[in-house]
């Protein structure tokens, strides 16, 4: 017998085993192009999206490179799991990684030529290439390398991770288009819910896309999607996850997109959320990276980075690997002090007031100005300076100087008129506008700044910046600052409480001289002449922001203690001590505001504001926890007196538009400022429980109303708080409390001020207007 030929084709065979088992160990080994390291295979790098999240568990918003967040398998919709192994993979609980049976159905489909023979990839495979993407190849021979290297991915992940975890990772990583990385995110932006919460047809119409997004995609093929759709519900019932009843049934539903446009100017608090992000990246100040003239903003990011965990968080520390963390790709959860229903009552304000009333109003007066929006104080020559300096300040000048055009070429852009979205209180409009008219138009538009704060935490409730992020981006809560006027006047009074004066102490209401520093003699002067010459309480004087007793209650300390007391309150704002300091000339945000006010409420204790309670990595260990920041700064009598004299202001002075038009009569204390022209309308409310305060001006301070009746404090800022306050208090969740100031234990006292004189509510006009410097 010949045993040759034996001998040859065991050899062959062997060899050719030996030569399969080689070839794959250098597959393995990378010998062929590159392979994922085992400790690569274990921890699958993947950007994922930081979240944002209110006190309330309500989903603010995400920082990322893109849009993706984790789920867990059991976040999972079923109707997602049957879907994907129907339509992708029917074996994929039998096969370890690759699927013969598969392999052998799509060899036979090229034989026969039959194009739906379907595909060999398995769930793994597939998760192989999205976790380890495909490189450039140079030949064919490049991609069936690849092709190889994919089977031992994937063999290698069946045994690093259960077939539940592979699943979990493949609905984690896949792209979904339209900034929806991921299931979590396309779930909510295709149709606002959440993974669990899928619908069998929304869960197909997901998993269909995975065949090919860019193809299957439901804003821009709808018809294409819904058939893709369909042939994954059939396959739902071809292999029984799905009754031939149902098919029948869901197969004429339309897809039923409830579309949510990613986009970080938009959704709720997007102020905030900038002033997180910003906050938290920020870099160490050196003073060689301000301006000369940004003295004042080096030192207050200087006292923020030594004093402020959160300020320059993700410099500050490391995460184990030595590398600093990354809100963009990190995946942590920020969990925020903003409760959602608060921010979204102050967002409500702000449109109701200024969208319905207050930009109305100002709209109709400057129609019979001169050079509208500007005031006819400003001349012809004055105007056409401001408009230059604003194209020099904008973004679009800097971009076309670094091109190298001179400044007339500059000045030609400027006039070309371009086509344009723009803002109206309406919705935004398309138009034909120059860069010039677009700067004129929003120039007339009045800013807001508003922030609410539980006085006893120092945790911020409610923060909105501006009338609208995407065309305002401007932060006039922490970023701007402006006059604050004779809402400076309560640091004035708390050193005369201090000192041991009362409420119901008289002064002469008579003009107060100050002799300057250069000999010249400076008196204060009133905008009424209400009981000139008469003796009246420190109430009614701070209840009609009065600045003869003003100065009456400087003479008795001085403009150096002033400062130090608002300092001591928390404002770090450059402060002039001189005599008119109590005119409020001084520019303070309304974030230093909101947190001097919070000493008054917490008995004389003042709490920085918080913004962060905790933030988690992407593995929901707790990484950094806020710690309150307080100091006493005066007793708890003092601030008690405080508080009866902003009630005052309330009661009977020049915020009593309060109670009279809004209702509100529960104990309140207030404090309105009015700065000179009226380009600055203040309101600082204070509660127990809430201190809230609010600015309102344009953006340029020759931009404003002309008569005080439309332009003080108590028309233009007041309202929203007052709008505010009301939705608080409607809303019973929240319990917020409604009752008195607790008075100091063992404090005997009569505040029951003798001001019968007053006229009291019949003259409600003439008791706001005396609000001005």
């Given at each position: 017998m010949n045993k040759k030929p034996l001998i040859i084709f065991w050899s062959v065979f062997l060899i050719g085993i030996l030569l399969v088992v080689f070839f794959f160990a250098g597959v393995s080994k990378g010998t062929f192009g590159f392979m994922p390291s085992f400790e690569e295979l274990e921890n699958p790098q993947s950007s994922l999206a930081t979240e944002v999240y209110s006190s309330d568990s309500i989903l603010l918003g995400k920082f990322y490179y893109q849009n993706r967040s984790f789920v867990k398998y059991e976040e999972l919709s079923p109707y997602l799991v049957d879907a994907l192994i129907a339509t992708e993979d029917v074996r994929y609980k039998e096969h370890s990684g690759v699927d013969i049976r598969g392999l052998m159905r799509v060899l036979k489909g090229l034989a026969t030529g039959n194009k739906n023979a379907g595909g060999g990839s398995t769930i793994s495979q597939q998760l192989a290439k999205m976790l380890f993407p495909r490189e450039h190849f140079k030949n064919k021979l490049d991609i069936?390398?690849?092709?190889?290297?994919?089977?031992?991915?994937?063999?290698?992940?069946?045994?690093?991770?259960?077939?539940?975890e592979i699943l979990t990772m493949y609905f984690n990583k896949y792209d979904f288009l339209n900034l929806a990385v991921g299931i979590k995110s396309a779930a909510n932006v295709y149709f606002n819910t959440t993974p669990d919460s899928l619908k069998i047809e929304?869960?197909?119409?997901?998993?269909?896309?995975?065949?090919?997004?860019?193809?299957?995609?439901?804003?821009?093929?709808?018809?294409?999607?819904?058939?893709?759709?369909?042939?994954?519900?059939?396959?739902m019932v071809k292999y029984d996850y799905l009754s031939s009843q149902q098919y029948d049934s869901l197969k004429n539903t339309p897809l039923g997109i409830d579309y949510q446009k990613v986009d970080h100017k938009r959704g709720m608090a997007p102020y905030f959320r900038e002033y997180l992000r910003t906050s938290l990246t920020a870099n160490k100040p050196q003073r060689e990276h301000y301006p000369t003239y940004a003295y004042q903003r080096f030192v207050e990011d200087s006292l923020e980075w030594e004093n402020n965990p959160f300020y320059?968080?993700?410099?500050?520390?490391?995460?184990?690997?030595?590398?600093?963390?990354?809100?963009?790709?990190?995946?942590?959860?920020?969990?925020?002090?903003?409760?959602?229903?608060?921010?979204?009552?102050?967002?409500?304000?702000?449109?109701?007031?200024?969208?319905?009333?207050?930009q109305k109003a100002f709209d109709r007066e400057k129609e019979k100005h001169r050079n509208p929006p500007f005031s006819d104080d400003l001349s012809n020559e004055d105007v056409e300076h401001n408009m230059e300096l604003s194209m020099k300040r904008s973004e679009r000048y800097r971009v076309l100087r670094k091109k190298g055009l001179s400044l007339d070429s500059i000045r030609e852009v400027f006039k070309t008129p371009i086509k344009m979205k723009i803002f109206t209180w309406t919705g935004e409009?398309?138009?034909?506008?120059?860069?010039?008219?677009?700067?004129?138009?929003?120039?007339?538009?009045?800013?807001?700044?508003?922030?609410?704060?539980?006085?006893?935490?120092?945790?911020?409730?409610?923060?909105?910046?501006?009338?609208?992020?995407?065309?305002?981006?401007?932060?006039?809560?922490?970023?701007?600052?402006?006059?604050?006027?004779?809402?400076?006047?309560?640091?004035?009074?708390?050193?005369?409480?201090?000192?041991?004066?009362?409420?119901?102490?008289?002064?002469p209401n008579i003009p107060q001289t100050f002799i300057l520093p250069d000999g010249t003699p400076w008196a204060s002067r009133n905008s009424t002449s209400k009981k000139t010459g008469e003796m009246v309480t420190l109430r009614w004087g701070l209840a009609h922001s009065v600045n003869n007793i003003s100065g009456w209650v400087l003479k008795q300390t001085t403009p150096?203690?002033?400062?130090?007391?608002?300092?001591?309150?928390?404002?770090?704002?450059?402060?002039?001590?001189?005599?008119?300091?109590?005119?409020?000339?001084?520019?303070?945000?309304?974030?230093?505001?909101?947190?001097?006010?919070?000493?008054?409420?917490?008995?004389?204790?003042?709490?920085?504001?918080?913004f962060i309670e905790k933030i988690e990595d992407s593995k929901g260990n707790i990484i950094a926890q806020s710690i309150p920041q307080k100091r006493e700064v005066m007793s708890e009598k003092t601030a008690y007196l405080m508080t009866n004299l902003l009630q005052g202001v309330v009661?009977?002075?020049?915020?009593?538009?309060?109670?009279?038009?809004?209702?509100?009569?529960?104990?309140?204390?207030?404090?309105?400022?009015?700065?000179?022209?009226?380009?600055?309308?203040?309101?600082?409310?204070?509660?127990?429980?809430?201190?809230?305060?609010?600015?309102?001006?344009?953006?340029?301070?020759?931009?404003?109303?002309?008569?005080?009746?439309?332009?003080?404090?108590?028309?233009?800022?007041?309202?929203?708080?007052?709008?505010?306050?009301?939705?608080?208090?409607?809303?019973?969740?929240?319990?917020?409390?409604?009752?008195?100031?607790?008075?100091?234990?063992?404090?005997?006292?009569?505040?029951?001020?003798?001001?019968?004189?007053?006229?009291?509510?019949k003259d409600l006009k003439q008791s706001e207007e005396e609000d001005f410097f």
């Amino acid at each position: 017998m010949n045993k040759k030929p034996l001998i040859i084709f065991w050899s062959v065979f062997l060899i050719g085993i030996l030569l399969v088992v080689f070839f794959f160990a250098g597959v393995s080994k990378g010998t062929f192009g590159f392979m994922p390291s085992f400790e690569e295979l274990e921890n699958p790098q993947s950007s994922l999206a930081t979240e944002v999240y209110s006190s309330d568990s309500i989903l603010l918003g995400k920082f990322y490179y893109q849009n993706r967040s984790f789920v867990k398998y059991e976040e999972l919709s079923p109707y997602l799991v049957d879907a994907l192994i129907a339509t992708e993979d029917v074996r994929y609980k039998e096969h370890s990684g690759v699927d013969i049976r598969g392999l052998m159905r799509v060899l036979k489909g090229l034989a026969t030529g039959n194009k739906n023979a379907g595909g060999g990839s398995t769930i793994s495979q597939q998760l192989a290439k999205m976790l380890f993407p495909r490189e450039h190849f140079k030949n064919k021979l490049d991609i069936v390398f690849r092709k190889f290297r994919e089977w031992v991915i994937a063999v290698n992940l069946e045994r690093s991770y259960t077939k539940e975890e592979i699943l979990t990772m493949y609905f984690n990583k896949y792209d979904f288009l339209n900034l929806a990385v991921g299931i979590k995110s396309a779930a909510n932006v295709y149709f606002n819910t959440t993974p669990d919460s899928l619908k069998i047809e929304q869960a197909a119409m997901l998993v269909g896309m995975a065949k090919n997004s860019s193809y299957y995609n439901p804003l821009r093929r709808p018809e294409l999607t819904l058939e893709r759709r369909n042939v994954v519900l059939s396959q739902m019932v071809k292999y029984d996850y799905l009754s031939s009843q149902q098919y029948d049934s869901l197969k004429n539903t339309p897809l039923g997109i409830d579309y949510q446009k990613v986009d970080h100017k938009r959704g709720m608090a997007p102020y905030f959320r900038e002033y997180l992000r910003t906050s938290l990246t920020a870099n160490k100040p050196q003073r060689e990276h301000y301006p000369t003239y940004a003295y004042q903003r080096f030192v207050e990011d200087s006292l923020e980075w030594e004093n402020n965990p959160f300020y320059g968080w993700c410099n500050k520390n490391q995460k184990a690997d030595s590398t600093p963390y990354n809100i963009y790709k990190d995946g942590l959860k920020i969990y925020t002090t903003l409760d959602s229903r608060m921010q979204k009552y102050a967002e409500e304000a702000v449109s109701e007031h200024l969208g319905l009333d207050l930009q109305k109003a100002f709209d109709r007066e400057k129609e019979k100005h001169r050079n509208p929006p500007f005031s006819d104080d400003l001349s012809n020559e004055d105007v056409e300076h401001n408009m230059e300096l604003s194209m020099k300040r904008s973004e679009r000048y800097r971009v076309l100087r670094k091109k190298g055009l001179s400044l007339d070429s500059i000045r030609e852009v400027f006039k070309t008129p371009i086509k344009m979205k723009i803002f109206t209180w309406t919705g935004e409009r398309d138009t034909l506008f120059s860069p010039n008219d677009s700067m004129l138009y929003y120039k007339g538009f009045l800013r807001v700044g508003f922030m609410s704060m539980v006085p006893q935490t120092g945790e911020v409730r409610a923060y909105v910046g501006g009338p609208n992020y995407k065309h305002f981006m401007y932060d006039m809560v922490t970023k701007g600052k402006r006059q604050v006027g004779s809402t400076i006047k309560p640091f004035l009074y708390t050193l005369a409480m201090k000192e041991g004066l009362s409420p119901c102490d008289k002064v002469p209401n008579i003009p107060q001289t100050f002799i300057l520093p250069d000999g010249t003699p400076w008196a204060s002067r009133n905008s009424t002449s209400k009981k000139t010459g008469e003796m009246v309480t420190l109430r009614w004087g701070l209840a009609h922001s009065v600045n003869n007793i003003s100065g009456w209650v400087l003479k008795q300390t001085t403009p150096e203690s002033v400062v130090a007391m608002a300092h001591k309150m928390g404002v770090i704002s450059r402060m002039d001590p001189v005599p008119s300091i109590f005119l409020g000339t001084s520019e303070i945000s309304v974030y230093e505001m909101v947190g001097a006010y919070g000493t008054f409420a917490d008995k004389g204790v003042y709490i920085k504001p918080r913004f962060i309670e905790k933030i988690e990595d992407s593995k929901g260990n707790i990484i950094a926890q806020s710690i309150p920041q307080k100091r006493e700064v005066m007793s708890e009598k003092t601030a008690y007196l405080m508080t009866n004299l902003l009630q005052g202001v309330v009661q009977r002075g020049t915020g009593i538009r309060a109670r009279l038009k809004y209702g509100l009569n529960n104990p309140i204390g207030g404090k309105t400022g009015t700065t000179q022209n009226h380009s600055d309308g203040w309101f600082m409310g204070v509660t127990p429980e809430l201190v809230s305060g609010v600015w309102v001006g344009a953006e340029d301070r020759a931009i404003h109303f002309e008569e005080i009746r439309l332009g003080q404090g108590a028309n233009m800022a007041l309202p929203i708080w007052a709008l505010y306050m009301q939705k608080v208090y409607a809303d019973k969740q929240l319990n917020i409390y409604q009752g008195n100031f607790e008075k100091p234990r063992g404090m005997i006292l009569n505040l029951n001020c003798d001001d019968s004189s007053d006229t009291k509510n019949k003259d409600l006009k003439q008791s706001e207007e005396e609000d001005f410097f």
